[in-house]
Every structure is written in C-alpha cells, then in structure tokens.
T-cell receptor
Framework: DGGITQSPKYLFRKEGQNVTLSCEQNLNHDAMYWYRQDPGQGLRLIYYSQIVNDFQKGDIAEGYSVSREKKESFPLTVTSAQKNPTAFYLC?????????????FGSGTRLTVV | GQQVMQIPQYQHVQEGEDFTTYCNSSTTLSNIQWYKQRPGGHPVFLIQLVKSGEVKKQKRLTFQFGEAKKNSSLHITATQTTDVGTYFCAGPDTNAGKSTFGDGTTLTVKP
C-alpha cells in the first residue's frame, strides 16, 4: 500500500533538546510539506519542498529545520530555538507543485515538551 | 499574501439537520480542494473543484465553486454522527507551489 509514514506517533522532548520527526512516502510524489496544528486550530505551514535538495520556508519556519536528500524522505527537526513546540505535526505530499493535486497526509506526530 | 477564510468556525447540529461551511479567498483560485479531519485523525482529501460554477456531489455532500472562483461551499444533507470532524478548504498559491488552508469548520452532531 502506498502512503506516508510518520514516526514516532508520540514524542516527548525535554526543554533545550532538538528532536527529529520522520516522514517517508512511497507514492513517488515530488512535493512534500510540514504543517503544525495546535488544538482547535487550522494548519500552519512550516516548510515545503518541491524537489530533492531544495526546500522553502513556510509561514512559521523559525525554530525548525528540514532536509530533502531523498525524494522519499523529508525529516523535520524541532530545535531548542522553537519556544512552544508542543503541537501536532503533519507531513503531506503531492504529485507535483502542490497546487494542482490533493495532498496526502501522514497520520501525524504529537510532540509534547516535558 | 493569499488568505483563505472559512465560516463558521464551529457548527453544532442535531442528527438529520443539514450543514454548510463556506470558504472565501482573497484572490481568484485556479481550483479549490476540500479535506475532512476526524477527531484525533489527519486530514483526508475529499474533492477538488476546478471550473467556475462547478458543482460536485458525493452521496450526501455537495461541493460548489463560485462563478468568480473566489468562494466555495460544502453542504451536507441530513447529517449523521459519522460526519463529525473538521472540514478544511485549501486554495493554491500557484506562484509558490503550495496551498493555503482555511482554519476549518468543526462540525459536531448530536444523536
């Protein structure tokens, strides 16, 4: 079955630590995205990538970093510079420049700072 | 930048009542997409509308794209408890190769 796999499902981070969230897709999609969702809120774009080795900042990129070394993978690092990282993180992909096709979302990672 | 607004933010209905959510864009859209997120789940793509004035149906769900391609609506006839969730619209920012999501309308259905 093709899809997007996010891991871990739940993640606990101590203050001052960096953590990396995994996102892998086997849909052969070119574009990948990271969104943050806070309780009762919409989706806010963190970073996106339309092609390997290239990515762009979204609306709330501060305190986050990404890499796109392989088409299938788009990991997100939440750094200690992110002041309020507790949230639900969603990874998505689409076949081409995002705007013409529906997004496929992963099941998400719930990050909690302890 | 492009803004996509949805109303209402919340809607509580009795099972069997109808439900409508509206989506308005600050710019003309090439297409609009709708997603559903069940409580505790992730957004799932429902449909894409492309043509001006387009109407599409999926069982009890009716999607419309405005004539000016700046607004859209999702109407659910005779809601069921399985319709519970948050419905998002999304419009493409074609210059940037990404989509802008509305804040969603959260539907609760009282049995």
């Amino acid at each position: 079955d093709g899809g997007i796999t996010q891991s871990p499902k739940y993640l606990f981070r101590k203050e001052g630590q960096n953590v990396t969230l995994s996102c892998e897709q086997n849909l052969n999609h070119d574009a990948m995205y990271w969104y943050r969702q806070d309780p009762g809120q919409g989706l806010r774009l963190i970073y996106y990538s339309q092609i390997v080795n290239d990515f762009q900042k979204g609306d709330i990129a501060e305190g986050y970093s990404v890499s796109r070394e392989k088409k299938e993978s788009f990991p997100l690092t939440v750094t200690s510079a992110q002041k309020n990282p507790t949230a639900f993180y969603l990874c998505a992909s689409s076949p081409a420049r995002g705007s013409l096709y529906g997004y496929t979302f992963g099941s998400g990672t719930r990050l909690t700072v302890v | 930048g492009q803004q996509v607004m949805q109303i209402p933010q919340y809607q509580h209905v009795q099972e069997g009542e109808d439900f409508t959510t509206y989506c308005n864009s600050s710019t003309t859209l090439s297409n609009i997409q709708w997603y559903k997120q069940r409580p505790g789940g992730h957004p799932v793509f429902l449909i894409q509308l492309v043509k001006s004035g387009e109407v599409k149906k999926q069982k009890r769900l009716t999607f419309q794209f405005g004539e000016a391609k700046k607004n859209s609506s999702l109407h659910i006839t005779a809601t069921q408890t399985t319709d519970v969730g948050t419905y998002f619209c999304a419009g493409p920012d074609t210059n940037a190769g990404k989509s802008t999501f509305g804040d969603g309308t959260t539907l609760t259905v009282k049995p």
